[in-house]
């Protein structure tokens, strides 16, 4: 089944435990994405990958890091969580950077106390 | 700047229609639209492309003025199973901006039997 995997899907943790959200997609999709939701602002997108070792910003990328060494891994990482980054984050992946359709995984909700 | 989304909610009976826009200050290349039930993922609904080509959902249209810079979704006969958040995303015109995407802040769907 084609399909994008988020883990964990919830996790609770400590201001500055670094910690690091996975994201694989098993449809040979060259972009991958990440976003965060949060009530009343929609997604906001934090980091996109156009393909391996290619990674750009998105519009609020603070206090996170990505890598793609691997076609099919996309991972999130906090290195120092902050409670300002409690939120719903949304990995999502696509054949190419436009004109395809995002197929997003199921999300994974962070509370940093 | 995120595109503005209007209305922000709309509650309908079942068979009436409904039209959701999304306005961006930027000139854009795409258009995506996404829907999103409670403590689920966005699903894809529909892409419009500059140039005039779309993709999407068989019971569901859209429109693209590339001038204005503004999408509108058509909700038509509208079914319970229609009820979610409905978000536009929009990618710019620009090579800099080839992958970012910006989200609306979404509009909350009810319909009701």
């Known amino acids: 089944e084609a399909q994008v995997t988020q883990n964990p899907r919830y996790l609770i943790t400590v201001t500055g435990k670094k910690l690091t959200v996975t994201c694989s997609q098993n449809?040979?999709?060259?972009?991958m994405s990440w976003y965060r939701q949060d009530p009343g602002l929609g997604l906001r997108q934090i980091y996109y990958s156009m393909n391996v070792e290619v990674t750009d910003k998105g519009d609020v990328p603070e206090g996170y890091k990505v890598s793609r060494k691997e076609k099919r891994n996309f991972p999130l990482i906090l290195e120092s969580p902050s409670p300002n980054q409690t939120s719903l984050y949304f990995c999502a992946s696509s054949l190419s950077r436009t004109g395809n359709e995002q197929y997003f995984g199921p999300g994974t909700r962070l509370t940093v106390t | 700047q995120q595109p503005v989304q209007s209305p922000q909610a709309v509650i309908l009976r079942e068979g009436e229609d409904a039209v959701i826009n999304c306005s961006s200050s930027?000139?854009?290349?795409?258009v995506h639209w996404y829907r999103q039930k409670h403590g689920e993922a966005p699903v894809f609904l529909m892409i419009?492309?500059?140039?005039?080509e779309q993709k999407g959902h068989e019971k569901i249209s859209a429109s693209f003025n590339e001038k204005k810079q503004q999408s509108s979704l058509y909700l038509t006969a509208s079914q319970l199973s229609y009820s979610g958040t409905y978000f536009c995303?929009?990618?710019?015109?620009?090579?800099?901006?080839?992958?970012?995407?910006?989200f609306g802040a979404g509009t909350q769907v009810v319909v009701t039997p």
């Open positions: 995303g929009t990618e710019k015109g620009t090579t800099d901006s080839w992958g970012k995407f910006q």
């Open positions: 419009l492309l500059k140039g005039g």
């Open positions: 449809m040979n999709h060259e972009y």
């Open positions: 930027k000139a854009l290349y795409s």
